[in-house]
């Protein structure tokens, strides 16, 4: 075809729909390309911040005695052991999870850009490297038996009840241990029922039990306290004083957990089995946990709440409640909440 003098070559129209299909393939690659970059700086970006993010929650808003909402850190710690846990929590876990992830989501980048159909249309044969797999079996049981050096630790606090000499991780983890700790003054056995909680104040004789209060009954007796949360009976304790927790479960029942998450304690409540652990509050206060086994229908309604007091209301309220054998009698010394 000719015009003018000047000749024009038709174009086919199969040259244009590959040339048309050419260049949305490049585009799409451009596009593709800018949103993982985009994307990855971004998950790097919060995943760099998340520790400062959990530490920055920590100093700031988190639930003192119970969770907040929006919440998203743990329980501000008030014992030693709950110290150790949020060490750990927030030291060698995130930054391990973090660095993990980063490291991950890196892979699976190159591995879309780099290595799909049109990138690489001709794949490497090759099945199996020795170096490779020697690393991605070693590095990660590197890993965890980092991680499980002062998880053992921790546990290990938990579980051990203080007799004064024996010294705990607290806030550093990968110590030897330097907190001291005294030996327990008190012992309170806590027996998970259906669907409640009975305490017994061992050494003085006296118990009582320990139910969930209903929104209205919240809104009669103890305006203010957390809803599936606040009990008629809390258990009262002192404060700087260690407390020995014998914890078990009906013979007749299932079993239960007993759970305080700022005392950084969680132990199975098992039916003819006494276990052990311990606390040691420096801090006076309401503070809220909650049965964490599946127990059964109620299982949901059976929060536990223990309330820290001075030594010196202390002693009013148990002289009280060993006089009275009347839990009413001797709760009724403290101050209102």
């Given at each position: ?33 800018q949103?993982?970059?985009?994307m ?29 909402p ?51 249309p ?10 490779v797999?020697i ?12 991680i ?17 000499e ?16 005294p030996?327990?003054?008190?012992t ?5 029922e ?16 320990s ?28 404060v ?15 079993i ?14 098992v ?41 010196e ?15 009413a ?9």
């Amino acid at each position: 075809m000719s015009r003018g003098g000047v000749s024009y070559a038709a174009k086919s129209p199969s040259f244009s729909l590959g040339a048309r299909r050419k260049n949305l393939s490049i585009r799409g690659y451009i596009v593709t390309g800018q949103f993982f970059k985009k994307m990855g700086a971004a998950a790097a970006s919060a995943l760099a911040l998340s520790p400062i993010m959990a530490s920055a929650q920590e100093i700031g808003a988190v639930g003192r005695g119970h969770p907040e909402p929006g919440q998203f850190h743990l329980q501000e710690s008030v014992t030693p052991i709950m110290d150790s846990i949020v060490a750990f929590h927030d030291g060698i876990l995130m930054w391990t999870i973090s660095l993990i992830v980063v490291f991950v989501l890196a892979l699976l980048v190159i591995v879309v850009v780099r290595f799909n159909a049109k990138a690489n249309p001709v794949p490497a044969r090759f099945t199996h490297n020795t170096m490779v797999e020697i690393v991605w079996t070693v590095v990660p049981i590197l890993v965890l038996v980092v991680i499980a050096i002062p998880s053992f630790g921790v546990l290990s606090d938990q579980m051990t009840i203080p007799d004064g000499e024996r010294k705990y991780l607290g806030a550093n983890v990968f110590s030897m241990g330097e907190v001291d700790v005294p030996a327990p003054t008190l012992t309170v056995k806590a027996s998970g029922e259906q669907w409640y909680w009975n305490y017994e104040y061992v050494d003085q004789g006296v118990a009582f039990d320990s139910n969930m209060l209903n929104e209205d009954e919240i809104a009669a007796t103890k305006p203010g306290q957390p809803r599936l949360l606040a009990v008629n009976n809390e258990l009262v304790v002192p404060v700087n004083t260690t407390v020995r927790m014998q914890i078990t479960a009906s013979p007749s029942g299932v079993i239960h957990a007993f759970a305080v998450p700022s005392f950084g304690i969680k132990v199975d409540a098992v039916p003819g089995r006494l276990n052990e652990t311990w606390f040691n509050s420096r801090e006076t206060g309401m503070f809220y946990g909650q049965c964490s086994e599946l127990c059964g229908k109620d299982h949901a309604f059976m929060p536990i709440g223990v309330r820290v007091v001075t030594a010196e209301e202390f002693e009013t309220f148990i002289a009280a409640f060993e006089e009275s054998r009347d839990y009413a009698v001797a709760v009724a010394t403290l101050p209102a909440l």
